[in-house]
């Protein structure tokens, strides 16, 4: 029987997943809200870039009622939104649902035992989506909506797939499989928590200080000073992964020095704070800090910088406390 996938948050990421896998012929149905679900309905998803321009018309809604059951869903929306997505797919989650989330920062299963209050208030979303559930990803590509009903593929084609427990297993391969027959590389890792860590390291330096400053990669890099705040946050998320039991396979040295090879390029949070959208603070900021707490690291440098961000967030949508 073909398997039946559902984009729970047909945004940029998740839309563009659903629109590669629907084109490969896959039965996939995307969930979306608003002017975006507005104009899909109406011309289906465009997808236009350097090397693909083409429209997939898999089945689009914007209500989840009624419109399982799922083999696999995809967590499409950014962290801070799945507080108010889990709920509504608890009902739609069987013993054999497989949930792939694709949010930045700590994934709010990180720590099954004991959640991370930043990115899982009250456990609202562990407890909607079970720990067995969970397949584990990193998203290693970047797109943008470009308008309603249009995303822009800029660079990238991998998704990294993994066991939260690093074992090898065959929902992981069936994941990889499709998502390979639909053009993405999806490699498969037994160190999905390292791999998080890595891209952490660069994300919890480089997103709150692109808002503050409104610089690219290549420009923090490349400015002394900010890059000494760059490398001082990174050394001390490198101690909440020591404190963990994580040694990590990049060096800090390699990590500034990837990102100025990425260039002139503008952080997810940057674009977000640009188009007056929430930024992605507490599963990428807040939770390394509220980790660094939990474990007794001191993090000064992190602390600052989240600090004047998370205010920022709140002056730039004109939010008041």
Same mark, same amino acid.
Request: proline share 5%; aromatic share 6%.
């Given at each position: 029987?073909?398997?039946?996938?559902?984009?729970?948050?047909?945004?940029?990421?998740?839309?563009?997943?659903?629109?590669?896998?629907?084109?490969?012929?896959?039965?996939?149905?995307?969930?979306?809200?608003?002017?975006?679900?507005?104009?899909?309905?109406?011309?289906?998803?465009?997808?236009?870039?350097?090397?693909?321009?083409?429209?997939?018309?898999?089945?689009?809604?914007?209500?989840?009622?009624?419109?399982?059951?799922?083999?696999?869903?995809?967590?499409?929306?950014?962290?801070?939104?799945?507080?108010?997505?889990?709920?509504?797919?608890?009902?739609?989650?069987?013993?054999?649902?497989?949930?792939?989330?694709?949010?930045?920062?700590?994934?709010?299963?990180?720590?099954?035992?004991?959640?991370?209050?930043?990115?899982?208030?009250?456990?609202?979303?562990?407890?909607?989506?079970?720990?067995?559930?969970?397949?584990?990803?990193?998203?290693?590509?970047?797109?943008?909506?470009?308008?309603?009903?249009?995303?822009?593929?800029?660079?990238?084609?991998?998704?990294?797939?993994?066991?939260?427990?690093?074992?090898?297993?065959?929902? %992981?391969? !069936? @994941?990889? /499989?499709?998502?390979?027959?639909? *053009?993405?590389?999806? $490699?498969? #890792?037994?160190?999905?928590?390292?791999?998080?860590?890595?891209?952490?390291?660069?994300?919890?330096?480089?997103?709150?200080?692109?808002?503050?400053?409104?610089?690219?990669?290549?420009?923090?890099?490349?400015?002394?000073?900010?890059?000494?705040?760059?490398?001082?946050?990174?050394?001390?998320?490198?101690?909440?992964?020591?404190?963990?039991?994580?040694?990590?396979?990049?060096?800090?040295?390699?990590?500034?020095?990837?990102?100025?090879?990425?260039?002139?390029?503008?952080?997810?949070?940057?674009?977000?704070?640009?188009?007056?959208?929430?930024?992605?603070?507490?599963?990428? %900021?807040? !939770? @390394?800090? /509220?980790?660094?707490?939990?474990? *007794?690291?001191?993090? $000064?440098? #992190?602390?600052?910088?989240?600090?004047?961000?998370?205010?920022?967030?709140?002056?730039?949508?004109?939010?008041?406390?």
């Amino acid at each position: 029987m073909a398997m039946k996938y559902l984009i729970a948050g047909a945004g940029a990421i998740g839309g563009y997943i659903g629109a590669k896998m629907s084109q490969a012929g896959y039965d996939v149905t995307l969930f979306a809200r608003g002017p975006h679900l507005a104009a899909m309905q109406q011309h289906g998803l465009k997808i236009i870039g350097e090397t693909e321009n083409f429209t997939a018309h898999p089945r689009i809604i914007g209500d989840l009622k009624d419109s399982g059951p799922f083999d696999v869903i995809f967590l499409g929306v950014k962290a801070h939104g799945l507080t108010q997505l889990a709920p509504q797919l608890k009902a739609l989650i069987t013993d054999t649902t497989t949930v792939v989330g694709t949010q930045n920062g700590i994934p709010f299963w990180f720590f099954p035992d004991q959640p991370l209050e930043r990115v899982d208030p009250g456990g609202i979303v562990s407890a909607s989506i079970p720990y067995k559930n969970v397949l584990a990803s990193i998203v290693y590509f970047a797109t943008d909506i470009a308008e309603p009903g249009v995303i822009r593929h800029n660079e990238g084609n991998r998704i990294s797939l993994g066991e939260p427990d690093g074992s090898r297993s065959d929902r %992981a391969r !069936a @994941v990889a /499989e499709a998502l390979i027959k639909s *053009g993405l590389r999806a $490699p498969i #890792t037994a160190r999905i928590k390292h791999e998080i860590f890595v891209k952490i390291l660069g994300n919890v330096a480089f997103n709150p200080l692109s808002a503050l400053t409104r610089a690219t990669l290549a420009q923090m890099v490349r400015d002394s000073e900010v890059c000494t705040i760059v490398r001082n946050i990174m050394t001390e998320a490198e101690a909440v992964a020591a404190k963990l039991g994580m040694e990590l396979p990049v060096s800090i040295d390699q990590r500034i020095a990837g990102a100025e090879k990425v260039g002139e390029h503008k952080t997810s949070m940057l674009q977000d704070l640009e188009a007056g959208r929430p930024m992605e603070i507490e599963a990428i %900021a807040g !939770a @390394v800090v /509220e980790l660094g707490d939990r474990l *007794g690291v001191p993090m $000064p440098h #992190t602390k600052t910088v989240y600090a004047a961000t998370r205010l920022l967030d709140q002056t730039a949508r004109g939010v008041t406390k």
